[in-house]
C-alpha cells in the first residue's frame, strides 16, 4: 500500500476514534434530580448483541402474516429520538372505548375533563418542585363490575410509574384523587426503592422522599454493594444480584462504554436504595386507601387507537395487538382485559400521544425484575431443581419484591409494525432491550440506571 494511502487510512481510523470518545463522553448531562439525560439513541437501552442474544435480534418475524394496509405510509426519514417531551407520571383512565373524541379532556363528565381542570402540572408532596402528569385514556374497563360501562361507578385508573391501580375514579373525586395519589407517588426522575411500601400510613408521615439525597454522607466504602437484585450498569437485570461498580466497560454486546458520570450514578442508586425510603400510600383518611392497589401485570404495552385524530392508528393497534398477543399467548404471559393472573403482560388502547406521522406508536412499561414472571412453570421447575438455601431465600426476595414493584423502564417505541412484535416482546418486554434503537426508539427513562431520553 503506498505510503499516502496508508496515512490517509490512519487518519481515518484515529479520526473515527475520536469521534467515538468524543461522543460517548458528551451523550449524557447531568440533570438537576441526579438523573443523567442520554442524548444518543444506541445509550439509553441496551442493544441486543447477535453474540450473547442470538441472531434473532437481527431478523423481523419470519412467521408474521399480519401486514398494514397497502397505503399505510408514514415517515421513515426523520430522526426519532430526543423530540419526546418528559413526563413525570402517567395516569391512564378507563373508558371501555378504543376511540375518543379529538380532545379526551373535552369529553363532558369525565375523569378526564375534571383531571384537565385541576391542571396537567402539580407540586410534588415532598417539596421537590413541580411534576408534569401524562394523561391518557384508555380502553381499560370502568368501574363497574365485569367491563359494565356505567359512569356512576366511576373509572379504573392505572398511575405509573408507582404501578397502582385505582378504583372508581368519579369526577368530583378528583382534586382528591391528585392531592392525595398523584402527588404524593413516586415519578420518573425517583431511583426505585429497595423495599416494599409500609402497610401503615402514619409510618409514611416521617418517611423520606425517594429520591432525596442522603444526609449522612455515609458510602460503603469496602467494596461491597447490597445483593438484593440491583441491577448492574449496562442496563440488563443482573441474576446474581451483584452489580458491576468496577468502571470498566462492560463486555456483554451493550455498546455504551460506562463514563464516570454514570459509574458515579450507580454508586449513588446503591447508597440511596438502603435508606429506609418507600412510596407513600394515600393517608389513613383518604377513600382512595381502600381503593388503591398494585396493577397486577409485570409489564404493560400501550398502543395508540385514536382514530378519530389519525386513521392509521385506528388500523395499526387492533393488528399489533393480534400479533403480540400471538407472541406472548405460548408464553403464558398473555393476559386480556379481564384477567388479573399475577404477572403476564397487559395490553391496552390509549388516546393521542403525538407523533402520528410515525405509527404506531407504542410505549412499553416494564416493572423491576421482570425477568419474567408470569412463565411461572419455568420458575417454579427452576426453583424446585435448587438445593441452596441461599438461591431459595433470593427467590422469595424476588418474588416479594416484584409483588411490591414499580415501573423500572418506560420505553416509547415508534414505527412498529407487526413484523416488529416477534423481537419486541423476545427482547424489549421480557429484557429491557431495543432492537432498533436507530429508527424507532423515540425516548424514555430507566429508574434503576437514574437515565432518561429529556
Not at 490512519?10 to 440533570?31: C, E, I, N, P, V
Amino acid at each position: 500500500m503506498p505510503k499516502s494511502a496508508l496515512n490517509s487510512k490512519m487518519q481515518s481510523l484515529l479520526g473515527r476514534g475520536r469521534a467515538y470518545l468524543t461522543s460517548t463522553a458528551s451523550s449524557q448531562k447531568l440533570t438537576v434530580d441526579g438523573f443523567t439525560t442520554v442524548t444518543a439513541e444506541t445509550g439509553l437501552f441496551p442493544k441486543p448483541d447477535p453474540k450473547v442474544d442470538g441472531d434473532e435480534c437481527l431478523h423481523d418475524c419470519a412467521t408474521c402474516t399480519i401486514a398494514y394496509p397497502r397505503k399505510f405510509s408514514i415517515k421513515e426519514d426523520d430522526k426519532l429520538y430526543g423530540h419526546v417531551k418528559g413526563w413525570d407520571t402517567h395516569l391512564i383512565v378507563g373508558t371501555g372505548k378504543t376511540d375518543w373524541v379529538r380532545d379526551v379532556a373535552d369529553e363532558k363528565g369525565s375523569v378526564m375533563q375534571a383531571i384537565d381542570k385541576y391542571g396537567l402540572e402539580y407540586e410534588r408532596s415532598d417539596g421537590r418542585g413541580r411534576a408534569k402528569l401524562r394523561l391518557s385514556a384508555s380502553n381499560l374497563p370502568t368501574g363497574g363490575q365485569l367491563g359494565d360501562s356505567n359512569s356512576d361507578d366511576g373509572s379504573n385508573c392505572l398511575l405509573l410509574p408507582s404501578w397502582q391501580l385505582i378504583e372508581h375514579v368519579r369526577p368530583a373525586e378528583v382534586p382528591e384523587l391528585m392531592r392525595e395519589v398523584v402527588e404524593r407517588s413516586v415519578t420518573n426522575k425517583t431511583l426505585l426503592r429497595r423495599e416494599a411500601p409500609s402497610t401503615s400510613a402514619h409510618a409514611n408521615d416521617t418517611t423520606p422522599s425517594p429520591d432525596t439525597p442522603p444526609t449522612d454522607g455515609n458510602t460503603n466504602t469496602d467494596g461491597n454493594t447490597n445483593t438484593n437484585g440491583n441491577p448492574n450498569t449496562n442496563g440488563n437485570p443482573n441474576t446474581n444480584g451483584n452489580p458491576n461498580t468496577n468502571g470498566n466497560p462492560n463486555t456483554n454486546g451493550n455498546t455504551n462504554n460506562e463514563t464516570e458520570t454514570e459509574r458515579k450514578l450507580s454508586i449513588l442508586t446503591l447508597t440511596r436504595s438502603n435508606k429506609s425510603v418507600r412510596v407513600r400510600d394515600p393517608p389513613s383518611h383518604s377513600r382512595f386507601l381502600t381503593r388503591t392497589r398494585p396493577i397486577p401485570h409485570s409489564a404493560l404495552i400501550l398502543m395508540c387507537s385514536h382514530r378519530t385524530r389519525d386513521a392509521r392508528c385506528g388500523q395499526s393497534a387492533p393488528l399489533l395487538r393480534s400479533e403480540f398477543e400471538r407472541h406472548l399467548r405460548p408464553l403464558g404471559l398473555y393476559r386480556d382485559l379481564h384477567d388479573e393472573r399475577p404477572g403476564g403482560v397487559g395490553i391496552y388502547f390509549i388516546n393521542h400521544v403525538g407523533g402520528h406521522k410515525y405509527s404506531a406508536n407504542v410505549i412499553i412499561y416494564r416493572k423491576r425484575g421482570s425477568i419474567f414472571i408470569g412463565n411461572n412453570s419455568n420458575h417454579n421447575s427452576s426453583k424446585s431443581g435448587r438445593t441452596s438455601k441461599a438461591e431459595e431465600k433470593e427467590d422469595d426476595d424476588n418474588e416479594k419484591e416484584e409483588e411490591y414493584g414499580e415501573a423500572a423502564q418506560g420505553i416509547w417505541l415508534a414505527r412498529v409494525r407487526p413484523a416488529d412484535c416477534e423481537n419486541i416482546v423476545r427482547y424489549t418486554v421480557l429484557q429491557g432491550k431495543v432492537v432498533k434503537p436507530e429508527s424507532q426508539l423515540r425516548g424514555g427513562f430507566d429508574r434503576e440506571r437514574a437515565l432518561l431520553s429529556w
